[in-house]
């Protein structure tokens, strides 16, 4: 069965610092690689999604992660946070479906919550 | 373009009861997933229904159930409610069937079971 692993479950930046949080998963055929966000009293959107081609990808608000597929990870990057990304991130995997017989199943890590500090 | 709607927003029942939650799913979307998202277990894939059959199913004992209609709105059903059974229960609906298309998320049934 897939898995997924995000390495950091909370994160604690100052307005205009980098991040990077990891994610990695375990699953031995080609899959679609995805980023959601979570505001505070939000529901979850998409930030970015990988399925083929360039594996660094680029999402909304200046988000972008890259799929490195001997390290099975897909991390998301951000050169600059702002106070408003505040907010809990999950990478989730849906293995490629198109050569399983179909289906949506998704499957998230445990979650990373960022708090971006004035 | 309306997003996916589900109701109630929020549920309390008693242990032992049984519940149903609706999901309308995005216009021309016919997939619907269901997921089960909790402080400790994060967020579980609950099933999936594609064209009014269940595509897909996670670990969840059988009494989680659920439905597809053919207008593609979707019901799931848990009965004999648990304690452990009180979670943020979310649903998403997609326009394709692979997994390569956007999965749009509602803003969830909050269920507490007392």
């Known amino acids: 069965a897939q898995s997924v692993s995000q390495h950091n479950h909370h994160v604690i930046l100052s307005e205009a610092a980098s991040l990077e949080l990891g994610c990695n998963y375990s699953?031995?055929?080609?899959?679609?690689l995805f980023w959601y966000v979570q505001y505070p009293g939000q529901h979850l959107q998409l930030l970015l999604k990988?399925?083929?081609?360039?594996?660094l990808v680029k999402g909304i608000k200046g988000f972008e992660a890259e799929f490195i597929k001997s390290k099975f990870s897909f991390n998301l990057r951000k050169p600059s946070v702002q106070w408003s990304d505040t907010a809990e991130y999950f990478c989730a995997v849906n293995a490629r479906p198109r050569l399983t017989g179909g289906g949506n199943k998704l499957t998230f890590g445990t979650g990373t919550q960022l708090k971006v500090e004035l | 373009k309306a997003g996916v709607t589900q109701t109630p927003r929020y549920l309390i029942k008693t242990r032992g009861q049984q519940v149903t939650l609706s999901c309308s799913p995005i216009s021309g979307h016919r997939s619907v997933s269901w997921y089960q998202q909790t402080p400790g277990q994060g967020l579980q894939f609950l099933f999936e229904?594609?064209?009014?059959?269940?595509?897909n199913k996670g670990n969840f004992p059988g009494r989680f159930s659920g439905r597809q209609f053919s207008n593609s709105r979707s019901e799931m059903n848990v009965s004999t409610l648990e304690l452990g059974d009180s979670a943020l229960y979310l649903c998403?609906?997609?326009?394709?069937?692979?997994?390569?298309?956007?999965?749009?998320f509602g803003q969830g049934t909050r269920l507490t079971v007392v």
């Open positions: 990988y399925f083929s081609g360039d594996p």
């Open positions: 998403a609906s997609s326009f394709g069937s692979y997994g390569d298309t956007e999965a749009f």
């Open positions: 699953y031995g055929g080609t899959v679609n």
């Open positions: 229904y594609f064209s009014e059959t269940q595509r």
